[in-house]
Protein backbone atom coordinates (compact mmCIF):
# COMPACT_ATOMS: atom_id res chain seq x y z
CA UNK A 1 0.00 0.00 0.00
CA UNK A 2 2.68 2.38 -1.39
CA UNK A 3 1.34 6.04 -1.05
CA UNK A 4 1.76 8.65 -4.42
CA UNK A 5 4.98 10.43 -4.11
CA UNK A 6 3.15 13.94 -4.91
CA UNK A 7 2.75 14.08 -1.54
CA UNK A 8 6.92 14.71 -1.20
CA UNK A 9 7.74 18.58 -0.98
CA UNK A 10 9.28 20.07 -3.73
CA UNK A 11 10.39 16.76 -5.34
CA UNK A 12 12.75 17.92 -7.98
CA UNK A 13 15.88 16.62 -10.23
CA UNK A 14 18.71 18.65 -11.11
CA UNK A 15 20.60 18.23 -14.50
CA UNK A 16 22.53 15.22 -15.04
CA UNK A 17 26.14 16.20 -14.94
CA UNK A 18 25.19 17.70 -11.31
CA UNK A 19 23.88 14.03 -10.18
CA UNK A 20 26.93 12.36 -12.02
CA UNK A 21 29.19 14.90 -9.52
CA UNK A 22 27.55 13.85 -6.76
CA UNK A 23 27.80 10.30 -7.23
CA UNK A 24 31.66 10.05 -8.35
CA UNK A 25 33.38 8.71 -5.11
CA UNK A 26 34.56 5.48 -3.90
CA UNK A 27 32.81 6.08 -0.79
CA UNK A 28 29.50 6.74 -2.18
CA UNK A 29 29.95 4.25 -4.95
CA UNK A 30 30.46 1.92 -2.05
CA UNK A 31 27.71 2.84 -0.08
CA UNK A 32 25.28 2.25 -3.65
CA UNK A 33 26.73 -0.94 -3.98
CA UNK A 34 26.20 -1.89 0.04
CA UNK A 35 22.71 -0.63 0.30
CA UNK A 36 21.57 -1.96 -3.05
CA UNK A 37 23.05 -5.49 -1.74
CA UNK A 38 20.37 -5.54 0.76
CA UNK A 39 17.52 -4.48 -0.91
CA UNK A 40 18.64 -7.71 -3.14
CA UNK A 41 18.74 -10.10 -0.41
CA UNK A 42 15.81 -8.56 1.57
CA UNK A 43 13.95 -9.75 -1.63
CA UNK A 44 15.27 -13.47 -1.06
CA UNK A 45 14.34 -13.71 2.38
CA UNK A 46 10.94 -12.22 1.93
CA UNK A 47 11.58 -9.17 3.81
CA UNK A 48 9.75 -6.68 1.57
CA UNK A 49 6.22 -5.80 1.12
CA UNK A 50 5.46 -5.65 -2.52
CA UNK A 51 6.62 -1.76 -3.52
CA UNK A 52 6.12 -0.55 0.24
CA UNK A 53 9.23 -0.37 2.63
CA UNK A 54 12.31 1.43 2.58
CA UNK A 55 15.83 1.65 3.39
CA UNK A 56 18.08 4.74 3.73
CA UNK A 57 21.46 6.18 4.54
CA UNK A 58 23.42 9.11 4.93
CA UNK A 59 25.38 10.19 2.06
CA UNK A 60 29.14 9.71 2.88
CA UNK A 61 30.64 12.67 3.35
CA UNK A 62 27.09 14.74 3.28
CA UNK A 63 25.23 14.78 6.45
CA UNK A 64 22.53 16.57 4.46
CA UNK A 65 22.10 14.01 2.19
CA UNK A 66 20.53 10.86 2.42
CA UNK A 67 20.23 7.48 -0.05
CA UNK A 68 16.56 5.86 -0.39
CA UNK A 69 14.86 3.47 -2.75
CA UNK A 70 12.98 5.39 -5.58
CA UNK A 71 9.21 4.70 -5.20
CA UNK A 72 6.97 2.01 -7.84
CA UNK A 73 10.35 -0.68 -7.35
CA UNK A 74 10.18 -3.82 -5.86
CA UNK A 75 13.49 -4.76 -3.84
CA UNK A 76 14.34 -7.35 -6.55
CA UNK A 77 14.55 -4.69 -8.40
CA UNK A 78 16.84 -2.16 -6.71
CA UNK A 79 20.40 -1.62 -8.59
CA UNK A 80 23.09 0.64 -7.16
CA UNK A 81 22.27 2.83 -10.36
CA UNK A 82 18.42 3.14 -9.28
CA UNK A 83 18.86 4.59 -5.70
CA UNK A 84 18.01 8.13 -5.13
CA UNK A 85 20.13 10.46 -3.36
CA UNK A 86 17.76 13.41 -1.14
CA UNK A 87 17.84 16.09 0.85
CA UNK A 88 16.01 16.93 4.01
CA UNK A 89 13.57 19.13 1.96
CA UNK A 90 12.84 16.74 -0.39
CA UNK A 91 15.00 17.66 -3.40
CA UNK A 92 15.81 14.47 -5.59
CA UNK A 93 19.29 15.52 -6.26
CA UNK A 94 20.73 12.26 -8.21
CA UNK A 95 19.04 9.36 -9.80
CA UNK A 96 15.74 9.18 -11.19
CA UNK A 97 12.38 9.23 -9.90
CA UNK A 98 11.44 10.39 -6.00
CA UNK A 99 10.70 8.65 -3.22
CA UNK A 100 7.22 6.72 -1.87
CA UNK A 101 5.59 9.59 0.69
CA UNK A 102 6.52 8.08 3.71
CA UNK A 103 9.66 6.58 3.07
CA UNK A 104 10.59 10.07 2.64
CA UNK A 105 8.90 12.22 5.59
CA UNK A 106 9.95 8.64 7.96
CA UNK A 107 13.88 8.95 6.81
CA UNK A 108 14.40 12.29 6.16
CA UNK A 109 13.01 13.23 9.26
CA UNK A 110 14.58 10.09 11.29
CA UNK A 111 18.10 11.36 9.60
CA UNK A 112 17.93 14.61 10.61
CA UNK A 113 16.41 14.35 14.71
CA UNK A 114 19.14 11.10 14.78
CA UNK A 115 22.45 11.77 13.82
CA UNK A 116 23.34 8.40 15.37
CA UNK A 117 21.32 6.83 12.50
CA UNK A 118 23.71 6.35 9.81
CA UNK A 119 21.66 3.54 8.14
CA UNK A 120 17.76 3.73 8.89
CA UNK A 121 15.90 0.22 7.36
CA UNK A 122 11.85 0.38 7.73
CA UNK A 123 10.08 -2.86 6.52
CA UNK A 124 6.63 -5.00 7.35
CA UNK A 125 8.61 -7.87 7.80
CA UNK A 126 6.56 -10.81 8.88
CA UNK A 127 7.58 -12.15 12.27
CA UNK A 128 8.38 -9.51 13.66
CA UNK A 129 5.64 -7.67 12.21
CA UNK A 130 3.58 -9.59 13.98
CA UNK A 131 4.83 -9.13 17.11
CA UNK A 132 4.16 -5.78 16.81
CA UNK A 133 0.61 -6.34 16.78
CA UNK A 134 0.85 -8.47 20.39
CA UNK A 135 0.15 -6.99 23.45
CA UNK A 136 3.21 -6.57 25.98
CA UNK A 137 7.00 -6.21 25.21
CA UNK A 138 7.09 -7.90 21.17
CA UNK A 139 10.26 -9.62 21.78
CA UNK A 140 10.95 -11.85 25.03
CA UNK A 141 14.59 -12.71 25.62
CA UNK A 142 14.38 -16.29 25.63
CA UNK A 143 16.22 -16.83 22.83
CA UNK A 144 20.06 -16.63 22.04
CA UNK A 145 19.59 -14.57 19.16
CA UNK A 146 17.14 -12.01 20.87
CA UNK A 147 19.79 -11.25 23.29
CA UNK A 148 21.94 -9.11 20.59
CA UNK A 149 19.03 -6.63 21.30
CA UNK A 150 18.55 -6.54 24.92
CA UNK A 151 18.42 -3.05 25.90
CA UNK A 152 18.05 -1.74 22.63
CA UNK A 153 14.69 -1.42 21.77
CA UNK A 154 11.92 1.17 21.82
CA UNK A 155 8.10 0.53 21.51
CA UNK A 156 6.26 3.22 19.44
CA UNK A 157 2.91 2.67 20.99
CA UNK A 158 0.83 5.16 19.61
CA UNK A 159 0.05 4.22 16.16
CA UNK A 160 -1.42 7.21 13.68
CA UNK A 161 -1.96 6.23 10.11
CA UNK A 162 0.30 6.87 7.39
CA UNK A 163 3.34 8.50 7.61
CA UNK A 164 2.48 11.83 5.53
CA UNK A 165 3.70 15.24 6.82
CA UNK A 166 6.58 16.15 8.98
CA UNK A 167 4.89 15.98 12.36
CA UNK A 168 4.75 12.38 11.74
CA UNK A 169 8.23 12.20 10.71
CA UNK A 170 9.73 13.69 13.69
CA UNK A 171 6.94 12.08 16.48
CA UNK A 172 8.19 8.57 15.01
CA UNK A 173 12.01 9.84 15.39
CA UNK A 174 11.22 11.07 19.19
CA UNK A 175 9.95 7.43 20.01
CA UNK A 176 13.09 5.61 18.77
CA UNK A 177 14.91 7.98 21.67
CA UNK A 178 18.33 6.68 22.79
CA UNK A 179 17.32 2.97 21.07
CA UNK A 180 18.43 1.12 18.24
CA UNK A 181 14.91 -0.63 17.10
CA UNK A 182 11.35 0.90 16.94
CA UNK A 183 8.88 -1.70 16.95
CA UNK A 184 5.95 0.43 15.24
CA UNK A 185 2.85 -0.85 17.18
CA UNK A 186 0.26 -2.32 14.52
CA UNK A 187 2.82 -1.31 11.65
CA UNK A 188 6.54 -2.81 11.46
CA UNK A 189 9.87 -1.99 12.75
CA UNK A 190 12.48 0.24 12.12
CA UNK A 191 16.31 -0.51 12.80
CA UNK A 192 18.98 2.16 12.79
CA UNK A 193 22.78 1.57 12.92
CA UNK A 194 25.96 3.65 12.21
CA UNK A 195 26.64 1.39 9.35
CA UNK A 196 24.59 -0.25 6.53
CA UNK A 197 26.36 -3.42 7.25
CA UNK A 198 25.25 -3.76 10.79
CA UNK A 199 21.43 -2.19 9.86
CA UNK A 200 21.55 -5.19 7.65
CA UNK A 201 22.92 -7.75 10.19
CA UNK A 202 20.36 -6.01 12.88
CA UNK A 203 17.41 -6.33 10.87
CA UNK A 204 18.20 -10.26 9.48
CA UNK A 205 18.41 -10.90 12.88
CA UNK A 206 15.41 -9.22 14.86
CA UNK A 207 13.41 -11.15 11.75
CA UNK A 208 15.50 -14.73 12.73
CA UNK A 209 14.50 -13.90 16.56
CA UNK A 210 10.75 -12.60 15.51
CA UNK A 211 10.71 -15.96 13.82
CA UNK A 212 11.59 -18.16 16.81
CA UNK A 213 9.75 -16.88 19.49
CA UNK A 214 6.22 -16.73 17.18
CA UNK A 215 7.17 -20.48 16.32
CA UNK A 216 8.15 -21.17 20.77
CA UNK A 217 4.94 -19.22 21.20
CA UNK A 218 2.94 -21.48 18.74
CA UNK A 219 2.86 -24.27 20.83
CA UNK A 220 0.78 -22.61 23.53
CA UNK A 221 3.42 -23.28 25.87
CA UNK A 222 5.00 -20.26 28.46
CA UNK A 223 8.56 -18.99 27.39
CA UNK A 224 11.17 -19.33 29.38
CA UNK A 225 12.75 -15.80 29.75
CA UNK A 226 16.50 -15.89 30.06
CA UNK A 227 17.70 -13.82 33.55
CA UNK A 228 18.40 -10.60 33.57
CA UNK A 229 22.11 -10.31 34.39
CA UNK A 230 22.34 -13.66 31.74
CA UNK A 231 21.00 -11.82 29.17
CA UNK A 232 22.80 -8.53 29.92
CA UNK A 233 26.39 -10.67 30.09
CA UNK A 234 25.32 -12.33 26.41
CA UNK A 235 24.30 -9.09 25.10
CA UNK A 236 27.68 -7.44 25.64
CA UNK A 237 29.46 -10.56 24.80
CA UNK A 238 27.47 -10.93 21.13
CA UNK A 239 28.19 -6.65 20.67
CA UNK A 240 31.95 -6.60 21.01
CA UNK A 241 32.35 -8.29 17.90
CA UNK A 242 28.87 -6.92 16.21
CA UNK A 243 30.27 -4.90 13.85
CA UNK A 244 32.94 -6.79 12.53
CA UNK A 245 30.86 -9.56 12.42
CA UNK A 246 28.23 -7.05 10.32
CA UNK A 247 30.65 -6.15 7.96
CA UNK A 248 31.57 -9.62 7.11
CA UNK A 249 27.90 -10.73 6.84
CA UNK A 250 27.45 -7.63 4.16
CA UNK A 251 30.24 -8.94 2.56
CA UNK A 252 28.36 -12.11 1.84
CA UNK A 253 25.49 -10.30 0.72
CA UNK A 254 27.78 -8.21 -1.58
CA UNK A 255 28.89 -11.82 -2.74
CA UNK A 256 25.56 -13.16 -3.46
CA UNK A 257 24.08 -9.93 -5.02
CA UNK A 258 26.49 -9.85 -7.28
CA UNK A 259 27.70 -6.03 -6.38
Not at 73 to 90: K, N, Q, W
Not at 204 to 230: F, H
Request: hydrophobic residues 40%.
Amino acid sequence: MAHHPDNVHAAQVLPGDHNRRLQDTPEIQEALRDLASCFRMAAVLGLEEGICNHFSAVVPGHDDLFLVNPYGYAFSEITPESLLICDYDGAVLAGEGVPEATAFYIHARLHKHCPRARAAFHTHMPYATALSMTEGDPLVFAGQTALKFYGRIAVDTNFNGLALDASEGDRIAGALGDADILFMRNHGVMVTAPTIAEAWDDLYYLERAAQVQCIAMATGRPLIPVSADIAARTHRQMREEDAGSARQHLRSVRRRAGF
